[in-house]
């Protein structure tokens, strides 16, 4: 089996209904966690006298530019893995956590700075100048292809800064440093980055009441759910929809937001999702965005609505700044002066996205463990150093261990190595076997990372 195997079992999915339950009321459908005690409508009685296997998820995170290469460092203590300054988010993962130093992207070296080495960080290719693109399909689409046939979405891609046009100087298309998830060779695959339509994408939020409660549609199923199934179940059902509920408050106000804009901008032609990152209908603090779309991914895996996501913190030569971390350069620019205490603060900020997900995957109990256990989030960014855009090697972070498939609470260190054995898509490659997707070749990579 190839990568670059067609996608048109992908595109798609006619709805496919695993063995979850769902909630469903006018105009929207809720996929519930996995309850144990609930036979699944329509679908034959589970033997509880078997273990029962649980989905694998992956997620990938990207923050752009590099990151501080003083205090990004994990190393062996006396008492276990010690972490450094901009790591420290990750404390009280470290356990579940695979510290990976040294590898790279072959592609993305000697071609110049910033979209020639971002547009094939979850795929390996080399990639095309000029005005036609032309890379390879990432590793999440081709996991999606074949995990997205088990569930409603085949993926989720979202982002919290819009995608810009035109080209670099180095003749790059900025397509290539705005987008991570690519479907095949010349395509990125659309990015949502406004909450309010991932939200509505992930609960079939549809209809002249998409803007009311999604709960309160579905609350005469809830009650009888609720009354049906047992105590432990009922607890997890409550802790769900209290989560669904303080999403659904802070998604109202934006999607008011959004449609306000939209509605400014209807006699001019495009609507505000055209516009670069119009004031009105996303978070005006790019904190609340960041987590809104945390809280997506989340319950989109806790769901099974989905097993794959990527999640675009920030593009390459991002125009992001940070009042609140006291910062006043926006992140290229503080990049460029990456040994600074202003980016040590930029890039703790980016992990602790990583560790709050990682919180609420672990606070989902799931069998005899959570969530968390089941899933593996990669956290990564395209370059080592942004003042010197040295993509020689690349920072990057797992957490979780995909059903005690992958061992964690260790630091990987593998830039001593020949080139041929650090590869990122050999990772991918042993990554995606433990995913049960089995692929011969991957981007660049046809052997898996000896010792993951």
């Not at 803007?211 to 059902?237: C, F, M, Y």
């Not at 945390?294 to 989905?306: E, G, M, P, R, Y």
């Not at 997900?357 to 969530?371: H, I, Y």
Request: overall charge neutral; glycine content about 8%; hydrophobic content about 35%.
């Amino acid at each position: 089996m190839n990568a670059d195997t067609s996608l048109a079992n992908s595109q798609r999915n006619p709805f496919q209904e695993s063995r979850r339950a769902f909630l469903r009321g006018t105009g929207v459908a809720m996929a519930l966690p996995w309850l144990e005690s609930a036979q699944v409508w329509g679908a034959p009685t589970v033997n509880r006298d078997e273990p029962t296997p649980y989905p694998k998820r992956m997620a990938a995170l990207f923050m752009a530019n590099g990151v501080n290469p003083n205090h990004y460092w994990a190393k062996e203590g006396e008492s276990g893995m010690e972490l450094g300054k901009s790591l420290q988010p990750m404390e009280p993962f470290k356990h579940q956590m695979n510290y990976i130093s040294g590898l790279f992207n072959k592609n993305a070296t000697g071609v110049g700075i910033h979209p020639g080495q971002t547009g094939n960080l979850l795929s390996g290719a080399a990639l095309q100048r000029g005005a036609e693109l032309r890379g390879a399909m990432s590793m999440d689409q081709a996991l999606a292809n074949t995990l997205g046939k088990e569930t409603v979405q085949s993926s989720l891609v979202l982002g919290c800064e819009q995608p810009v046009t035109g080209y670099h100087e180095t003749n790059f298309s900025m397509a290539y440093g705005s987008h991570i998830s690519w479907q095949n060779a010349t395509s990125p695959v659309p990015m949502e980055i406004y909450p309010s339509l991932a939200f509505d994408s992930l609960f079939e939020n549809r209809g002249h009441r998409r803007n009311t409660s999604i709960l309160d549609r579905a609350s005469e199923q809830t009650k009888d759910l609720s009354r049906k199934v047992s105590v432990s179940d009922k607890g997890k059902l409550d802790e769900y929809l209290t989560s669904v509920r303080e999403v659904e408050r802070r998604i109202e106000s934006l999607r008011a937001a959004r449609d306000k804009a939209d509605q400014k901008f209807r006699e001019k032609g495009p609507t505000a999702a055209d516009f670069k990152r119009p004031d009105n209908g996303l978070p005006e603090d790019i904190r609340d965005h960041m987590r809104l779309m945390c809280d997506i991914v989340a319950l989109a895996f806790q769901t099974d609505k989905t097993r794959v996501a990527t999640l675009l913190l920030c593009r390459d030569i991002s125009g992001l700044c940070y009042p609140f971390l006291g910062v006043r350069d926006a992140h290229h620019s503080a990049s460029h002066k990456d040994t600074s205490e202003d980016y040590e603060k930029i890039t703790r900020y980016y992990v602790s996205q990583l560790a709050y997900l990682a919180k609420r995957l672990d606070a989902m109990p799931e069998g005899d463990g959570t969530v968390l256990d089941h899933s593996c989030l990669i956290w990564l960014s395209n370059m080592w150093s942004g003042s010197k855009h040295d993509s020689t090697k690349v920072p990057l972070l797992t957490v979780g261990g995909l059903g005690g498939t992958l061992e964690t609470g260790r630091i990987l260190d593998y830039g001593d190595k020949a080139d041929d054995h650090r590869k990122l898509c050999s990772l991918y490659l042993s990554l995606m076997d433990r995913m049960d997707v089995r692929l011969d070749q991957f981007g660049d990579a046809n052997a898996r990372l000896v010792g993951i």
